[in-house]
């Protein structure tokens, strides 16, 4: 069934908890920050079918996960959403869908909500259109998504709103967040951009400065007490970017440890930005997810301690934050297998200091970063 090599000295891991299914890497937006791989326009005409995707949602959920998350891209570019939604509630998922809100019309929310869809989570670039137009390539987009967050909340559906934050939009925080309340939004994840994939490329562009983070933290804390006073029970969520933190994020709760996301065109991988490590991951039309999961040399290759260098190997912060990210380590030192560099143990952290420097003498206004699009992308197939 397979030539993958089976790793014998891993703990056995739990049932995965978590499916990301990442429908397509299709997507009407540009954002400088996307998180998809540099290379997404390979894959864009080799999709998994409506099948096969049932057949992973089938698969998935018989070895115990329970949480499904369609994510892209945007997933409603595929017209066959409904189709998986409606065989993701048959099955017993509580899914929520991971959008733009582009692609999404009252009609389509009512069809999604018949198909039995749990949660949606839109993004917003911004609080005003000029800096959304700047960051994600379109001027529609704005007005687009808050008619489909008013939307959503008319449908009665929980919305969170997730907006990304970097060095163009956090200074307009307090005009966000006031612009989530108004949306009625029940949770608002203000999460600091992750540099991975085109924000990786664009990361001197979008890294903010320590100020602009500690006032956009103070903003928030503002407004947590300004929402409790009101009996109003928005939750804020505010994810510190990993290069303003002394200690690693805990990837994924531990590589291979709850969460399994599964690429357009069928890899299989730990989590969604894991395809640009140094190796080869499995795919979903040649294994089954059991054999994936349990035996796969990717799946098994940073499970557990035995893979951890010095200083992480004999550090008691292990067990909570499992040495870090496993793509950090690579986009920052070229081995997988390092401490990440955010750590300050790391004997590598000076490369986050050198990445804050770099980042505060690169001057480039929003429009000026590389749009993630197809064009832009194929530089990186022939590379
Ligand atoms: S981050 Fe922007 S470009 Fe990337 S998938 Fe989401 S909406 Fe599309
Ligand atoms: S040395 Fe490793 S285990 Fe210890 S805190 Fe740093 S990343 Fe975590």
Known sequence: MNEHATSTQKPTPEAPLWLLAELTYRCPLQCSYCSNPLDFAATTNNELTTEEWVDVLRQAR???AVQLGFSGGEPLVRRDLETLVGEARQLGFYSNLITSGLGLDEARI??????????IQISLQASDPDVAEAVAGSRKAYDKKLAMARAVKAAGYPMVLNVVLHRHNIDQLDAIIALCAELDADAVELANCQL???AHLNRNGLLPSREQLETAEATTVRWRERLSREGRDMQLLFVV???YADRPKACMGGWGSIFMSVA????VLPCHSARMLPMSFPNARDDSLEWIWYDSDAFNRYRGEDWMPSPCRDCD????DFGGCRCQAYLLTGDPTATDPVCEFSPHH???????REASEDKRKAAQLTPRNVHESRVFCRA
């Open 110 to 119: 009512d069809t999604l909500h018949a198909a039995g869809l749990d949660h």
């Open 196 to 198: 991975y994939g085109w």
């Open 62 to 64: 018989a070895m115990g």
């Open 350 to 356: 000076h490369l986050i200091e050198s990445a804050r």
């Open 317 to 320: 912060e292990r067990h909570q």
């Open 241 to 243: 970017p990993d290069y």
């Open 264 to 267: 357009p065109d069928g890899a």
